[in-house]
Structures are given as structure tokens and as C-alpha cells.
């Protein structure tokens, strides 16, 4: 994981999910920097993720990355402390969050590797 999550290969119903749960993980991994390429498009995308990251305590700031892709990636910055108060304490929370990412993560891998 390296902090970069390509949405091109999802649906827009599956990226709330998707983006609550890649945050999760990387605040876990202690990833601070994460880059979410949603595309230019009409920004419906866009507005999910920022929706999403402007809802979330453990962002500590976002917006579009200075590097010529403008608005088609958004860069939101982590606090490293804050997967601490995120993470299900009960069993059947642990199994619940367990379940929703192997969906996801596998569905990420599997597109990432047919387009190299």
C-alpha cells in the first residue's frame, strides 16, 4: 500500500466504502499523504471523496494535488493517531471490517493488475 487509490475501476455507489476503508488502512500503516485519482469528469467523484474526507477527524486537511493533475486527484493529509479511535473493538466488528475490506481489496488488486 502506498497510499495512492485509483477509483477509475469503481463504481460511484462503491466508493464511499471503498475510500472510508483505504483511509482506515493507511492511517493504520501510518501513511500520512494520501493521493485518491478520481478523475476530472463531471466531479461526482470528486464531491463523494470530499465529502468524505471533510466528515472524517482523522484528515487533517485536502485538496487538489499542485503537480499538473489538478483536479482530477485530491491529496488529503492524515493524523497518523486517529486509526487508534477507529478500530472495532468488538469480534463482530473486527469480522465486519475484515469482510469489507477483503471485497474491496481484492477488487482494487484485481483491476490494478489488468491495466499493467
Known amino acids: 500500500m502506498n497510499g495512492v487509490l485509483d477509483l ?24 500520512d499523504e494520501v493521493r485518491i ?3 476530472k469528469g463531471k466531479g ?7 465529502e468524505i474526507l471533510a466528515a472524517d477527524p482523522g484528515v487533517r486537511g ?6 499538473g493533475s489538478g483536479w482530477g486527484v485530491t491529496i488529503a493529509y492524515l493524523s497518523a ?3 487508534k479511535r477507529q478500530t472495532p473493538s468488538k469480534p ?9 475490506k477483503h471485497r474491496w481489496w481484492r477488487k482494487l488488486f484485481t483491476s490494478s493488475n489488468r491495466s499493467s
Open 37 to 39: 485519482i478520481h478523475g
Open 62 to 67: 485536502f485538496g487538489p494535488a499542485h503537480d
Open 8 to 31: 477509475h475501476h469503481f463504481k460511484p455507489r462503491e466508493v464511499p466504502e471503498l475510500v472510508r476503508e483505504y483511509l482506515h488502512e493507511c492511517k493504520r500503516l501510518g501513511i
Open 92 to 100: 463482530a466488528e473486527q469480522a465486519a471490517a475484515a469482510t469489507t
Open 81 to 83: 493517531d486517529s486509526a
Open 44 to 50: 461526482v467523484l470528486r464531491g463523494i471523496v470530499q
